[in-house]
């Protein structure tokens, strides 16, 4: 499956279960998530989506592991089986 369709297939179930789901780009730092999640309660998690059984870049993995060394949830996403257990798991029930 296609990136871009794991990508819009994450920000309906996050916006059905009352989040958004923004796309992130930073002009300045390569190698950041894909994705901004903001869930109701103030939860917040980074995503990067790739195609199924693909793996983040080393870079990749390096900005994820800043980013949960300062406390942010960060996911792989690569199947859209995967999308329910990261909408619950922040604080979402995804449809």
């Given at each position: 499956?296609?990136?871009?369709?794991?990508?819009?297939?994450?920000?309906?179930?996050?916006?059905?279960?009352?989040g958004r789901c923004l796309k992130f780009i930073t002009p300045t730092l390569d190698g950041v998530p894909d994705r901004l999640v903001l869930m109701?309660?103030?939860?917040i998690?980074?995503?990067?989506?790739?195609q199924k059984g693909q793996k983040p870049r080393p870079l990749q993995v390096l900005r994820m592991k800043q980013l949960?060394?300062?406390g942010f949830r960060c996911f792989v996403l690569d199947d859209i089986e995967q999308i329910p257990e990261i909408v619950k798991t922040l604080g979402g029930d995804a449809k």
């Open positions: 499956m296609l990136e871009k369709i794991i990508e819009q297939k994450l920000g309906i179930a996050v916006k059905s279960a009352g109701p309660q103030g939860r998690a980074f995503v990067e989506v790739k949960t060394n300062l």
